[in-house]
T-cell receptor
Framework: DAGVIQSPRHEVTEMGQEVTLRCKPI?????LFWYRQTMMRGLELLIY????????DSGMPEDRFSAKMPNASFSTLKIQPSEPRDSAVYFCASSRQGVQPQHFGDGTRLSIL | DQQVKQNSPSLSVQEGRISILNCDYT??????FLWYKKYPAEGPTFLIS?????DKNEDGRFTVFLNKSAKHLSLHIVPSQPGDSAVYFC??????????????FGKGTHLIIQP
């Protein structure tokens, strides 16, 4: 079975550029989560969707961050404009309604120069 | 304010011995607890979980213990094997029914199994 697929695996870009991270959840999963991992704060939840609808975006750090889920098989996390402090590993995870656990993708390592 | 704490950044254990990883939490509303294992350049992989109505859950070499009154859980690995060397994350959820909310993670413990 295909797991959660994230792209790109690595992204290096200059400050001020727009960055788009992509995620394909496991087929049949109703929930999709975006997490960010940094040395200082560890793994923290940014936003999550249920049936393509954003439910809780209280973890999104600033208005520069936005996330969408246009359909059940695709989600994006955008940063515009990007800043060096956004450098982190971004993980996407999905789960099925009523069933733990969440399954994680392998992450996107983002470096903003 | 960290709601889930793993106070040992690293732990070294000899192969064949028991590894014990600890986790403390502050939010008494947490209902479900999970342990994830993570290798470099990979995403966290689910290992074992426990609901707040239980105090122990076992799966092969892995056992998780929950002490609700102390707000403490631990993961025991017996016997420890070289492939167990990884970073272990403790996570907590407000709901045991899946989805419903995100996970709150500890900062992880790097387990090193010495041959």
């Amino acid at each position: 079975d295909a797991g959660v697929i994230q792209s790109p695996r690595h992204e290096v870009t200059e400050m001020g550029q727009e960055v788009t991270l992509r995620c394909k959840p496991i087929s049949g999963h109703d929930y999709l989560f975006w997490y960010r991992q940094t040395m200082m704060r560890g793994l923290e939840l940014l936003i999550y969707f249920n049936n393509n609808v954003p439910i809780d975006d209280s973890g999104m750090p600033e208005d520069r961050f936005s996330a969408k889920m246009p359909n059940a098989s695709f989600s994006t996390l955008k940063i515009q404009p990007s800043e060096p402090r956004d450098s982190a590993v971004y993980f996407c995870a999905s789960s099925r309604q009523g069933v733990q656990p969440q399954h994680f993708g392998d992450g996107t390592r983002l470096s903003i120069l | 304010d960290q709601q889930v704490k793993q106070n040992s950044p690293s732990l070294s254990v000899q192969e064949g011995r028991i590894s014990i990883l600890n986790c403390d939490y502050t939010n008494s509303m947490f209902d479900y607890f999970l342990w994830y294992k993570k290798y470099p350049a990979e995403g966290p992989t689910f290992l074992i979980s426990i609901s707040s109505i239980k105090d122990k859950n076992e799966d092969g070499r892995f056992t998780v213990f929950l002490n609700k009154s102390a707000k403490h859980l631990s993961l025991h690995i017996v016997p420890s094997q070289p492939g167990d060397s990884a970073v272990y994350f403790c996570a907590a959820s407000l709901y045991s029914g899946g989805g419903a909310d995100g996970l709150t993670f500890g900062k992880g413990t790097h387990l090193i199994i010495q041959p």
